[in-house]
């Protein structure tokens, strides 16, 4: 005999109730000071059962039976609903729940660290090249009305450069991605002082260079080096698997976030920014190699890489601590601290295994090779 | 007055989690609607008042097209905004115009899908309601406030006439409006959803008025005020006698190691920065839970069922941040694997200080029928069952 309760059908008033239940297919219902129910057991709807919350059964008129007494209930309706209680043996099972914790966590840091990049990857080159035409499409536009000015550099230092990199590098690329048409910008990027030096690359193919960048170079290798590695993320479709990736992450927290309390928010934006650094270091490693790997076809030195790549560096540097007038002791102990923590955070791969990768391609040019093999120090 | 509890315990709550966790990544997300609906179940059945409970009757099936189409647009509105800034504008625009409505339909169905002591909760709440609180007010607010500082800014910087003082009265005048504008908002959700909800027959009443919710904002803003200098001033403190003494040392004992000496600082800044973090995170808690339980206590105190039953909130802002601080530092270390335990123990809190009269008694309550919409506008809005409520 089951102990219960009984409503009648949308009321909140119960009575005490009584379920029993002879041979296994019949049942009699006993309300106190009510009425009786007796019929067969396949006639009731029980709640799936869920942890060890009261179970609801619903008669044929609406009327419901409701009892915690959750193992008899199994008992008695095991053999007409298999499938109810599925959910609930994995749940109550030891091994289950390990097996399901073991499966999430690894899937969840296998699905960010390889999954999303090479997903991600597969469908940035899946996509037609028009994609990279609309993202690029109205950029420039948007960069020169609120960021750029029209560069200072003299018309014939342009040319050469456009020149040159028509002639020499862009060639380089054949037989890569047909679609992809090269073309170089040259701008102002004025920051109030002496203005920024950078060098980037639209999806289009439309490389910019900044009159400080151009400044800063003190070869013409240096500045095919940085070009190589725009197009480098040009190839590789990098704009295209941030834009996909971002696309994941902003769904996966809002999935996660929206099922909980909104205070681990404020852990998870810290997450996400970490998680999308590190796809950006990705790109620029990847970038990198593309860089050296066609430097070596063109008989440039790989060292012309990492020698701009420092100058830009020391030169922001100095803008930085100018600005602030710190001692010298201040800077390096600043320097230090962005290694340390700000690593995590930076979207550009560590300075030194740049310079040491640099240093191990430019010795494979050296020697005339055009392939070379990397041993990196963990 | 009787206190309602929590019945559920959070390793059986983490064991129903991890296995929807587990579902959900094997079916690729198709799972989360049930697994939303396992959640629910176990939350509400595990509520109880007097030996009676509460119930989720939503089935995963019914919140499944609603999922497919929420998720498809929120997808859409992702990458459009990742692929053109200009075109997310208007695709946000477009959904903050549809939101009143998606609230509204979100309330009448999850009200509907609620039952305690087997009948079921409504909202009887109108849509223009719906629009002025969720799509009038606010933009009230955020120009008042940042039209108000703009213009107070401007004129403190010189950018057009007025003048210094006049632009620091403007800035005071703007933040004592956002609170007073802030206050009303308040009121009139907390009154809009409170006076639709049904429960049976029974209406819901709340008499709340906007010169206490004043009253609570205006703390709340002192003590955030009070908060935010407290931790800068710890910071500036620690940062002084930690890195300011290193600094000194360095000046004396550059010639010898300054290698080891730049470790030394390197180390200190990551503490202090990780330390920052921390705090400002804490006293927004503190702020957040002082704002939460004034405004619990005083909503639940002035609203009745049927003026008859009445309610009472005895939660301190203490507790309430003691548990909310160490609930978050428990999912940060443990990367989210505490969330079920911590769940629950906020669950236990919230409910546990929850006071109802219950002289009266449930039993002449009775599930009322409901005009039943379109399917189509019902599935629609099934599938946004957005969780909107008062926060508490």
Redesign the interface.
Known sequence: MINGKW?A??????SDATLRSADGVSFFIDVQDGANYAGALDTLKISDR?????R?ITLEDGS?F?TSDNNAIDMLFNQHSSANGI?HR???NMG??VT??A???L??VAFFKWGLPWGSEKIAHALPHETNQ??AS?TLKFLDKYIFDKSQLDAERQDRIREHFKTKIAPLSAGEDSEIVYKLHFRAWDDGSDGIPNAFALPSGDIILTDKFVELSKSQDEIDSVLLHEMGHVVRRHTLEM?IE??FV??IV???TG???G??D??LG?GSLMLSSNYARDHESEADLYAFEHMLVAKINPISFSTIMNRMTEYMEELDSDSKTKTE??K??V???E???LDYLSSHPPTEQRVEIARQYSECFKKGMTTCDIVLEE | MKALSFEGSGMEYFKIWIVNVLLTIVTLGLYYPWAKVRNNRYFYANSTLEGRNFEYHATGKQLFIGYLIGMALFIAYVVIGQVFPTGGLIVAVIFMLALPWIIWRSLKFNMRMTSYSNVRFGFSGELPGSYLNFLVLPILLFVVIYGGLALGFMMLMGFIGGGLIVGILIMLIVIALGIFAYAYMKKRNTSYIINGTRYGQGEFTTKVVTRKFVNILLKTFGLGLLAFIGVYALLGAILYFTVGMDGMKTMMSVQKDPAAMQQVMGGMMGVVMALGYLLFIIASMLVLAYSLTRQRTYVFENTTLDEKITFKSTLKAKPLAYVMITNFLAIIFTLGLAFPWAKVRLARLMLENTQVSTDEGFNAYLTQKVKEGSALGDQIGDAFDVDVGLGF
């Open positions: 409503h059908q949308g009321s909140a008033a119960q869920l942890g060890n919350v009261e609801k419901i409701a959910l994995i749940e109550t289950w729940v399901a914790l499966v999430t966590v899937s969840t609309l993202i109205n834009v971002g696309t902003t769904v809002m999935v996660v099922d909980s309390n205070l681990a404020m852990g810290l002791e201040d390096k102990a320097k230090e601290d290694k340390t923590i």
